[in-house]
């Protein structure tokens, strides 16, 4: 309730500042059972990882997780999960600059008013650190979904003008954009390293798809399945848009053209409404669409202002993404199978199916 | 918890299906001392009602509202208030198709196979017809941020293939369409009457914005102030996308065009962001934008199934609304008020402030 | 969350004051498919109800209890169930001086405090009356539970200096004192005589039991069944104490007395635990006791101060009744029954079972 | 909501088990700028601690507990506060026996068959190993309500027959059973003396109050302050009772004799209620005595089942406090201070007010 939580019956809570000892999360409502070892977090963690290409920064963090609680031999018990990653990349920077400074398009200004005080470290709080324990909850998730047959993929459709749209699945690893349309590959590239070259940064558009939701996830009217898939993937750090489905191409079209017809041999035609109709899954695949803003630190020098008013010029000297977007794949991919967990336990636990 | 409440220390729980006897609310945690009577529920919910023009369904519901409890002597007591709706209108229609098809782009295949059997009678719980409940609640809250300061507006700005953005928010209540745009009521007006004339339906686009929002709402990492608005608009019936501030054009950003830069003479420049950095309101609007599929209860015959697997075609025959989304105006402007006031005193509790 | 929502994924939410237009409750997150009408809340708001023997307050509050939504042909559709009881017995009361005065033992000089204004008529939102509706709520979840073999029951078992622990369950309802030892009937009827003619009150203690409860029900380490039991039943008004199983006896007691020992033959031999065991249901027999205060409305005068912290003497003029406790039986059957089906339903969710 | 989450905007979250690599929690929702650092948690971790007197189990717990995140320069900052205690002190035991068998009195059934399958080692989830996080999460709440001169202070009032009401509390922390009643301490020795000669355990009463405590915290009807007291209470291991106030001695009482007077010049005259009236609180002290079971694991062989169903004789070896009640003290005391601080921020948040 207090904001560091996100579920109802299957909840995951972290911790953790940018630079400070450790992040963490408890993973709570977990059913007993489920085979679970640390390997099964860290493949997608080591996907998130900062520091596996030149698109992204090099920093390292190793993001070794430990489960310390919540498994017995090799089993989850249903009690609740201790998640931790030390962090052991805390170069000794200077801050004095930062610690004063609203950095244009951070979270600084509102975290200083809201709370009076702030964790400058590396944007403490508010830095996209934080999706490391959301990536590893999620990793649960996915493991205890797959069992039933639910798969959830995400890729790069979008940086900046650059469209990709997924033309081959297969490739969405094979490349360091989690781009699965190969023919677009030298376009990001060329793209990347005329925004490094500028010191700039870009935003980006991400899909992901869950295939193998059973019909009927989602509690409305409130907490709709895909009210909650919105604001799972809009607690992303940069997000700035949600859509299921056709999303803002349905404003235009006509009834005729958007809903998705039925027949008995084919089931749904058509799968405009994105696998949800009326806040419930109707069995077809899950998509969504995230719009990410572009990396809000760049070198190009921008006016703000400092904690006492003072105009200031900010220039961003650190380590960090020219495209926050290519890193939030397998985090989109994490919040997405923690939204569709919690709904599976509601659904089973309100209507004893599943 | 199960889905009919929303927000966390102010809650809106609601209750009743479009033909049922009543719809309901109770709204709890309300600040005591705020004057409130049923006239200051009775605008917006007369904003909302069908019938008021040929656009819209010609279903009368006078949609009078009742608050059987929470005030006292005029003023809200801090203790729940009940809203109560009787319906009037429930037309003796025969409804024996209905209950057996599952029409097309409706809630009808998923509430079947979630609940086992459902009311089928104009929708039942998944009719747009609850949403007068958000409506009502939504105006509470609107009263209790204006004290503050905070105005809350909402307005069309596109219809299928017309784009209509607000040009003069004065005319926004002046025609039936809630649109800002004076030169496009002609264009807007044609093509409504092509649609209902090809007996289809289309999509639209609105916008809410709040201004006098102060700087400090929200609830990283989860409950970010955007994360539980793109919630909120999500759970309205046919919205399919949400975006916050420049929404998915951010993603054809660059870093150093997106950010909004700040001087101390005139605070921020731009507003790229819709208001909210890091998940905390700064102070400035905050704007969304939401898409809402088209209607699909439609003359157009589609193809669809039956609950026993049979090939039906489905044709709407009853009175509907063209375009849903232009009704869609208040109830966007309420969620976005129930948001802004639940976080409001979430804040206030954590920090004391405001 | 706002204080007025009982239970999580099974939740009621009620409004209403003692003398507001109606009291109302939202039963939300009921299985759907149980058979359920009007007369099957009947049943236990008449076992509440005042005004049914010299023993009660001679109010007549005929309780009778609507359904406006949430049911389809006689059955649960899984959406909420809204519930209305129109107050019809709002005597024209003059109530110039209760409107200022804290009257001892009552809720008044908190809710002045705590909302700066309150409903003083007869009582307002701190009535007792407002348990009506969580007996109605109660009795659609003591419904769902007796599908599965679980039957809830309570009597009164001392009142005053009179002990009358049950010997005949029979007996029960056959007396206006919810009395299952006929043969303290009569002293019972002495003390209630007498403390009416002191124009006094008195406390009683009641006792409730479910049997037929699975193993398996509660979430450690803080949502134990015994603690939301706890919870639910110090939330009912005049309540001052819980016990579950041997209660404050277990103080008293060895180990080697208190363990519930096991055979395979007989399974538990004793139940000083109550039917709970680290907080998880044991199959056992739950059972509770609770101590209710003597009603602090009595004619005996008593000092106090009023709003501007003058010295008052306090008269309680109304009708009311001299024990509390024994309408509490039915109170307390329905709050256990609530907590159980929420457990019910979450352990459902988590673990998929029963 | 998955039953490791204590509060609603100011929540405690643990995870660990007895024999794990670690006991964790998060605190969230704890105002910024509240000066905290390790050594505010150390010390009421160490009243906990076993292995401090020969009354205790002489397991060796150092329980240094770890601040992870959520301050900043020796301060909250707002965000939630990670905690940590490595476990050090795992025997390597032999678990076989206790690995198939139910031990009487304890969870090992109930978790058995909730989950399917439990760690065994030390009790696992279910040992009161796990409260020391609530002891180190409830330092917090103290240090924060200390500011506005709240005090909270508990005390062992019996154990077994022999009772011990406070006399002086500034005893309380110089014997080694939080006993205030100096007279008593020799009974208290002898009755454990043999106690631990017979191998053999012993149930306690512990006292908890609050003084300091503003008029105005509680959320009736549901979460009243009492309410979520016993919930808070209850949810403490071996805890079978909890009475607020007079308790069930209320039971026995007239309403002349229960009620709490006021005059202007001395507030209330008794404190009857334990400073809650209506679930609100008064301003007075609030008073909660509760009753602890003996401990389970003893000596004195007891009949059980295994898991496949055979009669097994169970007899602990392990090394066990033979009372809990003692170290519940502290325990008892962070359980208050973390209701009393939730409910103070939801009434903060409310109404504004304090």
Known sequence: MAGNTFGTIFTVTTFGESHGLALGAIVDGCPPGLELTEADLQHDLDRRRPGTSRYTTPRQEPDQVKILSGTFEGKTTGTPIGLLIENTDQRSQDYSEIARQFRPGHADYGYHHKYGLRDYRGGGRSSARETAMRVAAG????????????????ALVAMGEVDCP?????????????CGNPDKLDDLDE???AI?????????KIMVE???VPVGLGEPV??????????????????KGVEIGDGFEAARQ??????????PEE???TNHAGGILGGISTGQSISVNIALKPTSSIKVPGRSIDVDGNAVEVVTKGRHDPCVGIRAVPIAEAMLALTLMDHWLRHRGQTGRI
Chains 1, 2, 3, 4 share one sequence.
């Not at 990793?139 to 995400?154: E, H, P």
């Not at 409130?222 to 997000?239: Q, S, T, W």
């Not at 053209?257 to 027949?263: A, L, P, V």
């Open 166 to 178: 997924v033309t081959d699945w297969s490739q969405v690893e094979q490349n360091p954009f989690f």
């Open 254 to 263: 006509r009834g005729s053209e958007h809903r998705d017809e039925i027949t």
């Open 222 to 239: 409130f907490d709709r399945l895909d009210a909650d898939i919105a604001k799972a993937m809009m607690c992303i750090n940069a997000v």
């Open 139 to 154: 990793a649960i998730a996915k493991k205890w979904l797959a069992q039933f047959g639910v798969t959830i993929r995400g």
């Open 267 to 269: 089931g749904f035609l």
């Open 196 to 204: 490094k070259k500028e010191g700039d940064s870009v935003g980006a």
């Open 191 to 193: 793209l990347l390293r």
């Open 210 to 212: 869950a295939s193998g």
